[in-house]
């Protein structure tokens, strides 16, 4: 069964140092979006992306948070300059549509920021 | 800001036993999704509600959507240890279809064998 790939699982990182998060989504999906979730806090909506263009984002994504589909196959969540507050897992996920459509979900990348 | 509180955010039962969780917005939204989340692991899609008043089942698992689509709850018969996980409502808003989730609190389900 196709599935959200997400990498690195885990990554710990001083504060102020670029991140870059990876994630391969479903083949044949359209829209990719990232979310978040801080330990023990609710999963929160970051940015979606569709048509290699931003097509919304929250207030959590700031100057610091970009999006990129480098290719036909990956799509990356960069945190240029990281805070202690960054410290989250954030999940990658894809769907094939967007107003009936499921999304698919990948495991997760858990950024530690010290 | 849309929030949805669910309830009750822990709940420990013994197997066998019948369970309800619940979720609540003040906000109208087109369509309810539930996931399961399992420690470690991305949400899972349990099922989408979009019609006020729907009921769908998913076998032990029954799923409500409220008339008024503010609020949706899960109900789950005979919960078994596999049952344990987070359960996660989110609401889907219409004019961005599910671009933009809005997640839920949680409930934590323990199922004690």
């Known amino acids: 069964e196709p599935e959200v790939t997400q990498t690195p699982s885990h990554q710990v990182t001083q504060m102020g140092q670029e991140v870059i998060l990876r994630c391969v989504p479903i083949s044949n999906h359209l829209y990719f979006y990232w979310y978040r979730q801080i330990l023990g806090q609710k999963v929160e909506f970051l940015v979606s992306?569709?048509?290699?263009?931003?097509?919304?984002k929250s207030e959590i994504f700031d100057d610091q948070f970009s999006v990129e589909r480098p290719d036909g196959s990956n799509f990356t969540l960069k945190i240029r300059s990281t805070k202690l507050e960054d410290s989250a897992m954030y999940f990658c996920a894809s769907s094939k549509e967007v107003r009936t459509g499921e999304l698919f979900f990948g495991e997760g990348s858990r950024l530690t920021v010290l | 800001t849309q929030l949805l509180e669910q309830s009750p955010q822990f709940l420990s039962i013994q197997e066998g036993e019948n369970l309800t969780v619940y979720c609540n917005s003040s906000s109208v939204f087109s369509s309810l999704q539930w996931y399961r989340q399992e420690p470690g692991e991305g949400p899972v899609l349990l099922v989408t509600v979009v019609t006020g008043g729907e009921v769908k089942k998913l076998k032990r698992l029954t799923f409500q959507f409220g008339d008024a689509r503010k609020d949706s709850s899960l109900h789950i018969t005979a919960a078994q240890p596999g049952d344990t996980g987070l359960y996660l409502c989110?609401?889907?808003?219409?004019?961005?279809?599910?671009?933009?989730?809005?997640f839920g609190t949680g409930t934590r389900l323990t199922i004690i064998p």
């Open positions: 992306f569709y048509n290699n263009e931003i097509s919304e």
């Open positions: 989110a609401g889907v808003r219409s004019n961005f279809g599910n671009e933009k989730l809005t």
